[in-house]
């Protein structure tokens, strides 16, 4: 199992923005919306091996927010930007004021958390690396699990605070390159290492 969890730092958890100005008013919602295409979609399928959690922090709980997408369970992800931003913000639309998790569409579901609980309850599991631009190459990585779980972050930098969680977790530090890339980028090269990786496993 491939999971993601990516830190999204100015989108309005309320879903209270346009879908005309998704790099703007909406805080790089176009960023997130394009990591979530790019980490299920492929050629002519969707990667049904992945899991993907956004966590919207641009407010303190309980207004924080997070979207779990599920691959094996999705339904009307398509590759286009707008069309992944509709799906997100309609999830994040019809939780506000919901009282529990919300299923908003297939294999996508829809919460209040508290954000650094989440943070370290995902940097818990198995596997769990933080990609960085200061990390090690993802290629020489060795994992004793079968499974995989990278933090990402939006464009902005994780939080002091989130820094903090994130060193504390001792979780390895990986790195897809030098160069300071789009999130979506950053998913891409990840899958590709680990695509590369099965391949030469045999699997």
Do not use: C
């Amino acid at each position: 199992m491939r999971r993601f969890l990516l830190l999204a730092h100015r989108v309005p958890p309320r879903g209270d923005f346009t879908l005309n100005d998704l790099a703007g008013g909406a805080g790089r919602m176009d960023e997130i919306a394009r990591a979530v295409s790019t980490a299920f979609t492929l050629s002519n399928d969707l990667r049904r091996d992945t899991e993907l959690t956004v966590l919207f922090v641009a407010e303190p709980p309980p207004t924080a927010r997070k979207i779990e997408l599920v691959g094996a369970r999705l339904r009307h992800l398509n590759p286009d930007e707008r069309s992944t931003a509709a799906l997100l913000k309609n999830a994040l639309v019809r939780s506000t004021n919901f009282p529990r998790e919300l299923e908003s569409s297939p294999g996508l579901r829809v919460s209040s958390v508290e954000p650094d609980t989440e943070l370290r309850s995902f940097l818990a599991r198995p596997g769990t690396v933080w990609v960085t631009e200061a990390g090690s190459p993802i290629g020489e990585y060795a994992s004793s699990t079968e499974d995989f779980g990278a933090v990402l972050s939006d464009p902005y930098d994780p939080s002091e605070a989130e820094t903090a969680v994130l060193q504390d977790s001792g979780v390895p530090r990986l790195s897809v390159g030098p160069r300071s890339l789009r999130t979506s980028q950053v998913i891409d090269l990840v899958h590709n290492a680990l695509d590369l990786r099965e391949v030469a496993q045999g699997s």
